[in-house]
């Protein structure tokens, strides 16, 4: 009787039996909250592995490689057999000879197939070469040149880089003023009668699909555009990048907001209250005190647009051209992957360059949203006045 | 008192064993009717899968078959060539549709698997017209002009007798058997020029052509409003070809290749050879036709 005394307090039981379904719904919702934490780490595990022969340097993509003839195939040792093979040990041993033999049957002839080039012996996904200028076969000086479908696979990152910077800056550059006045005006200055449909209104843009969004820069955007502006190629870094904008306005807006609207209303109070105009009290008191949160959207915003694909994809018209004109047409690392992963061969240098890639991103994107939510985790704790 | 205390720590331990036993239960369940589907569906279905380029045809090949043949179901799909030779040799797909021949690295795959090279079969012909704006003056080109101007060499339309005006190029995405097929036949494997937009297939090169009067583009046979099909000719002095079917089948029009599909040759027996058979029959051929390809030669059929 003493234990259930202390067990019973204010009607509370401490050692009350869950329920079964209780047991069953936390172990469930654990199990739930666990496996995405899971998957996020396979889903980098793999397109990590699938790229590390790049990142280590080990992948080989030079056209032209020293044959063995077939009919040496017994004067060779078998590890020998197996490198120029390329096999791992477990799968080489399980071969026949008449196999083995076929298989360097075919290397023969992908070897005669290969071109006669000065470029032919180099290894194409070498760091070097994915970074610095080459000048290639046909061209008059070093040049970077992204063609991964060819003869000699050009593997230049640099063109795919700056037309992902590109388009990502135009995006910014166009969104962030915009949605952080529209936040400054919706939190600050409007009245409540305003706010009610503003706000949604302007999150609603979060509602359209990318592609959607993609697909009417294509058709209208970048047709309007053309006729105002008088540039010459109709798709371009340019049009990508304000449709990119569209995309992130509801990020940048509804955060910036959220961090506008949490500054106590005692700050701009005091301001008004000192003979300050209702502008700045915003733009002088209240914008600074929510400063990190407007910094954070902005950087969500970044890896939001870094990240996007179907717009890119869309509306830039995908020419890899190196240069930092904006309106020139650009293509991005998003639209890249999308565009050539279905169609290049599987374990292959292509393959595996389009993979690293993707681990970049998923790189860049991760760390930015990371650094977006520390800083908000640190606005927070600044205004409630926490150390 | 005592059983109040064990009934926090016990009572998990009794749902246990019975939680794992369901979940046991079901999981063999489940696997058991995955496993007795696959078998069912396998038995007498034929998949194809690749190429884009050939799905729609595929499609139609495979609703026209399974017409005639009740008992015979045919899934297609796509998701590219790349994605077809993958699938051939995980033993996921029957038939690979392919709009480029394979490749030594693939040929390989499938051998470590197949023991033996994969099968190919030549199923249609395409001939790749070239496209301009409908305003544009420019009567014919020929292969040798072609090269200069998607290589960049040429970059305004005078230079072949247009107007004074820059030539805006609109290629194919370079994971396309389009992109690649045009580089080597008319470009003889040189590069594109890094200004050619790529667009996602032949409608949008097209509507890109309409709408740009300095736009030259390529593709399969189709229809834009705003943009027409250019005739070309194999040198200076000789005649502009146009791409017509008489002119693909005959030879005449130098841009065509051929589309394929690849078979295990362990799998080409029974149902599925007599379905690749039908495909190269008159039967099969004249299906190629109404979906803008062209039927093969009676001489490349076998």
């Not at chain 2, 690295?105 to 023991?115: D, S, Y």
């Not at chain 2, 017209?129 to 072609?146: C, G």
């Not at chain 2, 370079?174 to 409608?203: H, V, W």
């Amino acid at each position: 009787m003493s234990a259930g005394d202390s067990d019973n307090w204010a009607g509370i039981h401490r050692g009350r039996r869950t329920a079964p379904g209780e047991w069953l719904a936390e172990k469930a919702i654990f199990l739930i909250s666990l496996s995405a934490i899971i998957l996020v780490f396979l889903i980098f595990a793999f397109i990590l592995r699938e790229s590390l022969p790049i990142f280590l340097g080990t992948m080989n993509s030079s056209a032209s490689r020293k044959v063995i003839q077939p009919s040496e195939m017994h004067t060779i040792s078998r590890e020998a057999l197996r490198a120029y093979l390329e096999m791992p040990a477990g799968e080489f041993a399980e071969m026949d000879d008449e196999t083995l033999k076929l298989m360097m049957e075919v290397k023969l002839e992908a070897a005669a197939e290969a071109p006669e080039d000065k470029d032919a012996k180099v290894n194409t996904a070498s760091w070097s070469l994915m970074l610095k200028p080459h000048q290639w076969t046909g061209y008059d000086k070093p040049e970077y040149i992204w063609q991964p479908v060819s003869e000699i696979h050009k593997y230049n990152l640099i063109p795919l880089l700056v037309g992902t910077l590109k388009t990502t800056l135009v995006a910014m550059l166009f969104a962030v003023p915009l949605s952080l006045l529209a936040a400054i005006y919706v939190s600050q200055l409007a009245s409540a009668r305003h706010r009610e449909w503003l706000k949604p209104a302007i999150e609603m843009l979060s509602g359209i699909p990318s592609v959607v969004l993609g697909f009417f820069a294509l058709i209208v955007m970048a047709t309007v555009l053309q006729k105002v502006f008088g540039y010459q190629s109709r798709l371009n870094a340019f049009v990508a990048g304000i449709a990119l904008g569209l995309a992130i306005i509801p990020v940048v807006f509804s955060i910036s907001e959220d961090a506008l609207t949490s500054v106590p209303p005692s700050y701009p109070q005091a301001a008004l209250a000192l003979g300050a105009s209702r502008w700045q009290a915003a733009w002088q008191v209240v914008l600074p005190a929510a400063m990190p949160g407007v910094f954070a959207a902005t950087v969500l915003g970044f890896g939001r647009a870094i990240g996007e694909t179907m717009i890119v994809l869309m509306a830039s018209g995908n020419a890899s051209i190196m240069g930092w004109d904006i309106l020139d047409s650009t293509r991005t690392i998003t639209a890249t992957i999308a565009a050539e992963l279905a169609e290049a061969v599987f374990g292959g240098h292509h393959y595996r360059i389009l993979f690293a890639l993707g681990t970049m991103l998923f790189a860049v994107s991760f760390l930015t949203n990371l650094a977006g939510d520390l800083i908000t985790h640190r606005l927070k704790k600044q205004l409630e006045g926490k150390p | 008192m005592r059983a109040s205390h064990f009934g926090t720590s016990v009572a998990p331990h009794i749902w246990e064993p019975a939680t794992n036993r369901m979940i046991r239960l079901t999981l063999s369940i489940a696997f058991g009717v995955v496993a007795l589907t696959a078998i069912a569906v396998r038995a007498d279905s034929i998949t194809a899968k690749g190429s884009d380029t050939l799905v729609i045809l595929a499609q139609k090949w495979a609703e026209v078959y399974m017409a005639e043949h009740p008992n015979t179901k045919i899934q297609v799909t796509g998701g590219g060539s790349g994605t077809g030779f993958a699938a051939l040799q995980n033993h996921t797909t029957d038939l690979c549709n392919a709009s480029r021949p394979i490749k030594s690295k693939e040929v390989l795959a499938c051998i470590k698997v197949f023991r033996k090279r994969p099968t190919e079969y030549k199923v249609a012909l395409d001939g790749l017209s070239v496209y301009v704006n409908e305003s544009n003056p420019v009567r014919s080109l020929t292969v040798a002009q072609l090269k200069d101007i998607f290589t960049g060499r040429t970059e305004n339309w005078k230079e072949v007798g247009g107007e004074d005006a820059p030539i805006v190029l609109y290629s194919r995405e370079n994971s396309s058997g389009t992109y690649e097929f045009f580089k080597q036949s008319i470009l003889d494997g040189a590069d594109y020029s890094a200004r050619a937009q790529t667009m996602p297939g032949t409608a949008a090169v097209l509507q890109a052509v309409g709408k740009d009067t300095n736009g030259i583009g390529y593709g399969g046979v189709a229809y834009g409003s705003g943009a027409r099909a250019l005739p070309v000719s194999k040198a200076a002095g000789l005649p502009a070809i146009a791409p017509t079917e008489e002119n693909v089948v005959n030879g005449s029009y130098p841009i065509w290749r051929y589309l394929y599909i690849y078979v295990n040759p362990a799998l080409d027996t029974g149902e599925i050879a007599h379905y690749l058979n039908w495909i190269r029959s008159d039967a099969g051929q004249d299906i190629v036709k109404n979906v803008g390809y062209f039927p093969l030669p009676k001489a490349s059929r076998n």
